[in-house]
């Protein structure tokens, strides 16, 4: 099968995600602050408990954020850009590579190997009581 990758959305919240994401089945990412000693969540970026989506998968990658730069063939010069929706070509990528090396993979089997190796952890305070892990997602060599 092919995996439906959709970003959580930008309000910073901690109890939900927008649409897609909210989808049944649906790989969620959100996003972290890529930094070199930090991989924290962006402050932007939703986020839920899996227990609101059992079976799901839930994953972060980097969003960008302050100091990140895009540059564009649209606009002369370069911009800043942040946000789960630019985390989410990261996981879909990701799942890409896997199907590559190996095609008949399902996506539950796709999501169980990056779970067990592409994975980093991150803990987020969802609540100040709700602390939960997260993957961070990494490319290890395939």
């Known amino acids: 099968g ?12 901690n109890d939900g ?7 049944p089945r649906v790989v969620k990412v959100s996003a972290v602050n890529n930094h070199p000693v930090s991989n924290g969540r962006a402050s932007y970026a939703n986020l839920a408990s899996a227990d609101a989506f059992p079976g799901d998968y839930i994953w972060l990658a980097p969003g ?24 989410a070509p990261h996981v879909a ?20 190997w990056i779970r067990f190796n592409a ?3 991150v803990e987020v305070q ?9 993957g961070r997602v990494r490319l290890p060599n395939l």
């Open 93 to 112: 990528g990701l799942y890409a590579a896997i199907k590559s090396a190996a095609p008949g993979v399902s996506v539950n089997g796709a999501s169980e």
């Open 64 to 87: 960008g954020g302050n100091g990140s730069i895009v540059i564009s063939s649209f606009i002369a010069g370069v911009g800043g850009m942040a946000g789960t929706s630019q985390a």
């Open 119 to 121: 994975t980093v952890p």
């Open 126 to 134: 969802l609540s100040p009581t709700n602390k939960q892990t997260f």
């Open 2 to 13: 092919v995996p439906v990758v959709a970003a959580t959305g930008n309000s910073g919240y």
């Open 17 to 23: 995600v927008s649409w897609p994401a909210c989808v």
